[in-house]
């Protein structure tokens, strides 16, 4: 068994883009700036912006966090955008998920400029990227991309069965592992909470890709003999003995999955660090491509 170190590898590619961002500043560029509107305080959001903020100074990057408060109007939210938008101090943003419900999701990712999408969730971008066109990649499928690409994991012609059709994750990932060229190539199942037979196609997967957010959902019994696992599930599960009185789990039962799969990746240190790590690098095409 091979683990997937999420952990050292987007650590290797902060390293690429700090040395990267050292030249900007050599040269005397503007280095890249990201943004992360937060609306609402809730905990895990909260956490994973700040590791944002805190990976853009790791490398160099500017870094700006916008809170807002829980009742802002949809209307006001999509004010900061244009604000954003028409700000060419900042190369790219993200609007942090989920928001609250007296908010339309859709209508606010619409509302992003595409070149400045670095999460990749405005149609015109997801479009790009299901029509192989050069778009922003959404972080976390980028990041799985990555690994399967730095462990040189084989993906042609394998069965890879994504669980969870989440626009984040799911979706964009069944129809990465699906386009030509490598990783890629795959024949791809997207399995989710109406699927017959769920734990019967499992056990047909080359790759499994668990995006559920159900603590031990994969068990040793459904995957085949030297699968490749991709654990993409991050539930808080109170724990005293914890410094933040939590720790996060993943959708897989790592100990014994572990013992029969060929490459698995841990949680944490799996594909939470990759996310983040490939955020930074569409931050990085995102001022490039301003550049001209
Ligand atoms: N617009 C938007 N873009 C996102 O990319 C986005 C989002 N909304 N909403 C929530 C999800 C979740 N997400 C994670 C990022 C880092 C870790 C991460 O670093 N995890 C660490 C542990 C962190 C911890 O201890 O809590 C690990 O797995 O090792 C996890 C999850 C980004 N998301």
Not at 119 to 125: L, V
Not at 153 to 177: A, E, N, Q
Not at 211 to 224: C, D, I, Q, T
Not at 266 to 272: F, K, R, T
Request: net charge neutral.
């Amino acid at each position: 068994m091979t683990l997937l170190d999420g952990k050292k590898v987007s650590n290797d590619i902060k390293d690429e883009i700090k040395a990267e961002v050292d030249k900007m500043k050599a040269n005397g560029e503007k280095v890249p700036h990201l943004a992360a509107v937060i609306v609402g305080d809730d905990g895990a959001s909260l956490t994973y912006v700040g590791s944002k903020v805190r990976a853009c100074e790791r490398v160099g990057f500017e870094s700006t966090m916008v809170r807002m408060k829980h009742t802002t109007s949809e209307i006001e939210l999509l004010h900061k955008i244009k604000e954003l938008n028409e700000d060419d101090n900042i190369d790219g943003f993200i609007i942090q998920l989920p928001l609250p419900p007296q908010i339309n999701t859709q209508k606010v990712l619409m509302a992003v400029d595409p070149s400045k999408d670095v999460d990749g969730f405005h149609p015109e971008n997801f479009g790009r990227m299901a029509l192989d066109m050069s778009t922003f990649i959404p972080a976390t499928p980028f990041g799985i991309l990555e690994l399967l690409e730095r462990y040189d994991v084989d993906t042609k012609g394998k069965h890879t069965v994504v669980i969870g059709r989440s626009h984040i994750v799911g979706r964009p990932m069944s129809i990465l592992m699906s386009r030509k060229g490598w990783p890629g190539n795959s024949t791809v199942t997207l399995t989710h909470s109406n699927t017959k037979n769920i734990t019967q196609i499992i056990s047909q997967a080359d790759i499994v890709i668990s995006a559920l957010g159900v603590p031990n959902f994969l068990k040793a019994e459904m995957v085949r003999d030297d699968a490749v696992v991709i654990d993409v599930g991050i539930t808080r599960v109170e724990d005293e003995t914890a410094k933040k009185g939590y720790r996060i789990v993943g959708d897989v039962d790592f100990e014994n999955v572990s013992k029969k799969a060929s490459f698995i990746t841990p949680v944490p240190g799996g594909v939470g660090p990759m996310t983040i790590a490939m955020l930074l690098k569409n931050t990085l095409l995102a001022r490039e491509q301003r550049k001209g």
